[in-house]
Nanobody
Framework: QVQLVESGGGLVQAGGSLRLSCAASKGIFSNYGMAWFRQAPGKEREFVASITWRLGTTYYAVSVKGRFTISRDNAKNTLYVQMNSLKPEDAAVYYC????WGLGSRSSSDYEYWGQGTQVTVSA
């Protein structure tokens, strides 16, 4: 069973930074594509960023490009997203997800495993 556990969420002022982490089950992490999605109240879950397993190619949503950086440490089985210049509209529950095909898809339906989420709140 693949397990993903997010951490690092919290309350931050607009313009501030947070780094989210996602710890994955040992032994599977390096073979999977990984991504961050987010869901705000009353809205659908949306793609934030992804990283492929082979080359570490990254993809970003237009709304976060230039402000967020996704990265992975295969030795630690951990996925990160560094979020800078946060805006109130970035507030959401952030989820990490794992995809066996490792292609860095932007579609949530392509991801087989999900964490429980971590709340990010941005005050104006």
């Amino acid at each position: 069973q693949v397990q993903l556990v997010e951490s690092g969420g919290g309350l931050v002022q607009a313009g501030g930074s947070l780094r989210l982490s996602c710890a994955a089950s040992k032994g599977i992490f390096s073979n999977y594509g990984m991504a961050w999605f987010r869901q705000a109240p009353g809205k659908e879950r949306e793609f934030v960023a992804s990283i492929t397993w082979r080359l570490g190619t990254t993809y970003y949503a237009v709304s976060v490009k230039g402000r967020f950086t996704i990265s992975r440490d295969n030795a630690k089985n951990t996925l990160y997203v560094q979020m800078n210049s946060l805006k109130p509209e970035d507030a959401a529950v952030y989820y990490c997800a794992a995809d066996l095909w490792g292609l860095g898809s932007r579609s949530s339906s392509d991801y087989e495993y999900w964490g429980q989420g971590t709340q990010v709140t941005v005050s104006a």
